[in-house]
């Protein structure tokens, strides 16, 4: 399987001539949903749900399907009856060649005054783990973690902690638009380092086998 990381929390993954693509959102590129089989969203918030980036893969590829909570399923499901799926806690579906795992019910917590709304993760072939906005422990071994490290919910202790808690056989960053350069190596050093995991940064448009 070949993951391609585009900006922020999207991410690309391809098998088969087919394709699978996580979290289109505003921070991702404008055609980030183009040229996918199979949608996948973790919640509602705007860097990871962008109304015009699904509609524009889903215009793109009259098969292309979603899946997602509630929440965005809703926003979205009229436009494009029969093609749009709920899925929470505990599912399991397959799209176009992959197998996914739904994990997780909750997004992290931002602040104890801002409620907290409905997050899913994404387990893909058994194999790769999208969380979206949690720290998120599938009851199933993960090779590939992809790990959200830098947001207004987490710091970086919390990350480390959290790759050791998942012991993924690597782990690739995404989540990433809001940390500077300058930070950069810091965060690849102590994950590096601290998480027990293989660690590596790609950068938009970079792919790597699995």
């Known amino acids: 399987m070949k993951l391609t990381k585009m900006t922020h929390a999207c991410v690309r993954l391809e098998k088969d001539g087919r394709t699978l693509v996580i979290d289109p959102g505003t921070f991702s590129e404008e055609e980030s949903a183009v040229g996918a089989d199979v949608l996948l969203v973790t919640h509602e918030h705007l860097d990871h749900f962008n109304e015009e980036r699904l509609r524009a893969g889903l215009e793109a590829n009259p098969a292309a399907e979603i899946w997602t909570l509630r929440s965005v399923a809703e926003k979205i499901s009229a436009a494009f009856p029969g093609r749009v799926h709920t899925v929470g806690h505990g599912d399991t579906f397959s799209a176009a060649g992959f197998d996914v795992q739904v994990h997780g019910e909750l997004h992290a917590v931002i ?51 959290y790759v050791r808690e998942v012991k993924p056989r690597r782990a690739f960053d995404v989540h990433d638009a809001l940390l500077t350069d300058l930070a950069r190596p810091i965060y690849d050093n102590q994950i590096g380092a601290l998480g027990g995991a293989d660690h590596a940064r790609l950068t938009p448009g970079e792919s790597a086998e699995l």
């Open 111 to 161: 602040h104890p005054d801002i409620p907290r709304i409905t997050n899913v993760g994404f387990l893909v072939d058994g194999a790769v783990f999208h969380p979206g906005d949690a720290l998120t422990v599938p009851d199933h071994p993960v090779e590939t973690l992809l790990l959200p490290v830098m947001a207004p919910w987490n710091k970086i202790s919390e990350v480390i902690d």
